[in-house]
């Protein structure tokens, strides 16, 4: 009987882990034009316009894309997904990444409806 409960709790052990190492892909449309760039502490890190799947309104993301070689006059399909960073973050710093999965198209165009951004003089 004790092999039997043994053989359930790591069957259960690694179940648990297998769910937890699955992580979930996003689909992001980046514009063809970037908003700026920040600099949060020494490092300076591009912006870029985006459209979440199922959205249609472009936002900005500040965090970083690993992998992506943007180039401008580009419009991109690109899936992603969220790199969380482990430990005690400093200050201002981002919580996570994205990374680049793939490219899913890159088509030479100028993207449209892009809100216009406003900057202090």
Known sequence: MPT???LLFSFLCLALMISCEKEESEILV???ELPGEVSP????????WVKFQGRNHWS???EPINGFDYEEEY??????????KQGELMQDELSFNY??????SKEKKKSEG???LISPE
Not at 75 to 84: A, D, G
Not at 99 to 104: A, H, K, P, T, V
């Open 75 to 84: 419009e991109y399909v690109i899936e992603v997904k969220r790199v969380y």
């Open 4 to 6: 039997h409960k043994y």
């Open 99 to 104: 990374e680049l999965i793939r490219i899913i």
């Open 114 to 116: 892009i809100p216009a």
């Open 60 to 62: 900005i993301i500040v």
């Open 30 to 32: 980046v514009a063809s």
């Open 41 to 48: 502490g020494f490092e300076v890190i591009p912006t870029y």
